[in-house]
């Protein structure tokens, strides 16, 4: 075997470039919906996809540091939930490019865009860890009504269908699960 070839297979590394588009400019697709309302609804789900981020990690979160009874059901109805918002925030992100915008995508991003308080660095009583995570639904969920009524107003049925769909009755749902753990029943003896 001889040495003396070139590689052609070499990667080449450490390369940078200029922007292609900046955050905050639309690429114009033929979709038959005018600036303003492609404009609204990029800047509202970028919010919406900022917070739900948010809200994702706080199920990872708490999903690595619940304890005490309920540990076993908290710990894998967490980690569900933030399945969940994988989901969700990959379709949010999604419809922004579709629109010609440009998804919110890395944590420094999200931190200075998200409406969600954040969680200390420690752990905290699973009532706490649920009342944050309700906290960040409902505000999440407010945001994707308002999103969801001017989008239509509009005319881009495509952002308001997805928000309500994928979004609203999500969150919904997880609002339900979550909320069932915050009941003061006993738990092997009735009153």
Known sequence: MSTKQPVEAQPILGQRGKEIQAYGTLTRYPLGLSD????????????????SISLRDMYKKHHWQVSGPTFYELHLLFDK???????????????????GGIAIAMASDVAQLTRIESPPRGREEVPVQVSRLLEAHQHILIAARAL?????????????????????RANEAQVWFVSEHLVDTPLVRAR
């Open 81 to 99: 939930h933030a399945s969940v918002q994988t989901e969700i925030v990959d379709e949010l992100a999604e419809r922004v490019q579709t629109l």
């Open 148 to 168: 969801a009524r001017k989008a239509a107003e509009l005319g881009d049925d495509g952002t308001a269908d997805l928000v309500i769909s994928e979004v609203v």
């Open 36 to 51: 303003e309302a492609r404009a609204v609804s990029v800047a509202g789900l970028n919010q919406i996809l900022a917070d």
